[in-house]
């Protein structure tokens, strides 16, 4: 039987997640249905194309980082839950394919394996946060309006998986 705190807490985390995946859906919607009519414009698109990477990697390390941690909380032995104290997880990490697939393999190795089906032999992933990392930085990224929808639509695909296998 499950303790009702405990699902308490597994629903407001959720519920706090989807309505993250339902603000990056909103934005990924203005990028796309953004019109621009002439060079005055170019700067807006330029501006809303570059927020729509930063908040896709965002999205993917926040909905990465609650759903390892709620899966520590409910699931893990002592050993795991060293894991997320360890100070590199804790504050914060790039979403890199790499580090995913390490704590996921910690965890359990059939998610890991499930994301990197979820993921493809492509490096789509670590673009998204090689990009994010030269945006917030203040670096130049070539990021077209095409390529950060696409990238958006990937945290929204990475955000279900971690909704659906972790809750």
């Not at 705190?5 to 796309?32: G, Y």
């Not at 759903?67 to 409910?74: A, H, I, M, T």
């Not at 030269?134 to 929204?156: F, P, V, W, Y």
């Amino acid at each position: 039987m499950v303790n009702k705190m405990e699902s308490v807490v597994e629903s407001d985390v959720k519920r706090e997640l989807e309505d993250k995946r339902r603000s990056l859906n909103e934005l990924i919607e203005t990028v796309d249905n953004f019109k621009n009519y002439g060079e005055s414009d170019d700067a807006v698109e330029n501006c809303l194309t570059r927020f729509l990477m930063l908040r896709a990697c965002g999205y993917v390390e926040h909905v990465f980082r609650r759903s390892v941690c709620f899966y520590v909380e409910r699931k893990a032995g002592v050993g795991v839950r060293e894991l997320v104290d360890n100070a590199r997880f804790a504050r914060g990490l790039n979403p890199k394919r790499e580090k995913v697939k390490e704590i996921l393999k910690t965890l359990d190795s059939k998610l890991c394996d499930d994301f990197l089906e979820l993921l493809g032999d492509g490096d789509d992933l670590d673009s998204l946060v090689k990009s994010r990392n030269k945006i917030a930085h203040g670096g130049s990224d070539n990021c077209t309006k095409r390529r950060s929808i696409e990238q958006g639509k990937l945290a929204i695909k990475i955000g279900d998986w971690f909704l659906n296998n972790f809750f």
